[in-house]
């Protein structure tokens, strides 16, 4: 088994949190989005869809969206389990998790990848180039700021967001809240629960990775 | 358990579909999202998203994303497994429903809400008004369009999208050929295999819901 990380992007960082969160050993390879690597045809013929995390299988399959590689890691590597226990945790820790990819990762790509000089020509991932579109940054940044607003709701008195045990909830809300600081964009000097969660997930030593 | 649903709407079929094939009972209530009902504070109660569909468990909890309620459904009844059998298998569906969710969905709802008149100052889901954006419903009508002309070749000659089994990725691309086919975009004429798979999986009693 080998995993395709990039230290300096979010994305893979969700992988590899949950991967230490397991206590899983895996033969990481570094790949250099800077240098567009991961654009290369080696790379591609992995994933076609040009994108870090990669997971590739014993059998040679590549799983290429962390989710995948959460759902393949929880099933082979049970505990602890940081996609929900029961069935109803299960389904509550998909709901929170999709809703914080959708409603903050989402926003800060638009906002990120249709503003900063270093996407021009590549506002989307992925081998096809498209144009940013500067009312979509505007609309991302919008978008990723009514998030953090309602990030201290979502924690509320909890000690993690989903509730009693850590998950891949956490992990998300972790990595989201740290990409937007790299942009200037903080969570409100007023959001006590939020910012309580936050000290206490940043100081996992799965955090430092 | 009460099962929020739209029979015009796109999303809830995904879970309707997947209710059927596990044979499943639910109470369905049917929220008319043409006169605004999911907007109204009874609804939002439930689902601050303001968005279908919708499970209501047993606790109260609500799920409200399609990836939750499957989930929750597919720990309570495991039979028939729709999420991949093997811990590889659920790997491998979660990846290709992930790129059709991100790569088909996303794109049609990129061009449908940032085009259609009906959804002016409602460019994205959710109480928040958001206006349409013309640069990005062209973009997504080019992802669909290329997300279309790439299907052939996702299920090549294989059943099933993931294989030998129906699972979530058939569902998916199902609903989403058909939400395409009612903008009049469509399957390339000469995707044999796309063709094949799609009349096979339309044939089946679930497809109907």
Not at 126 to 152: H, M, N, S, T, W
Request: proline share 6%.
């Amino acid at each position: 088994m080998r995993f395709y990380d990039c230290k300096t992007a979010p994305s893979p960082r969700r992988a590899r949190i949950f991967i230490a969160e397991k206590g899983i050993e895996i033969e990481t390879v570094e790949v250099d989005l800077r240098s567009g690597e991961h654009l290369k045809e080696e790379f591609v013929a992995l994933n076609a869809h040009a994108t870090v995390p990669v997971l590739q299988l014993e059998d040679g399959t590549c799983l290429s969206s962390t989710t995948a590689i959460w759902h393949y890691l929880d099933a082979v590597h049970p505990d602890p389990p940081l996609m929900g226990a029961s069935p109803i945790e299960r389904g509550r820790v998909a709901d929170l998790q999709w809703h914080i990819e959708m409603g903050g990762f989402m926003a800060m790509a638009e906002y990120m990848r249709n503003s900063a000089q270093g996407f021009k020509g590549r506002a989307l991932t992925g081998p096809v180039k498209y144009d940013q579109i500067p009312a979509l940054a505007e609309r991302g940044k919008q978008r990723i700021e009514r998030f953090l607003a309602e990030v201290d709701d979502l924690v509320g008195e909890k000690p993690f967001v989903a509730g009693d045990a850590f998950t891949v909830a956490d992990i998300d809300l972790l990595v989201l809240i740290d990409f937007a600081a790299w942009r200037k964009l903080a969570l409100p000097a007023d959001a006590t629960h939020a910012r309580r969660w936050y000290d206490a997930v940043s100081a996992r030593p799965s955090a430092a990775l």
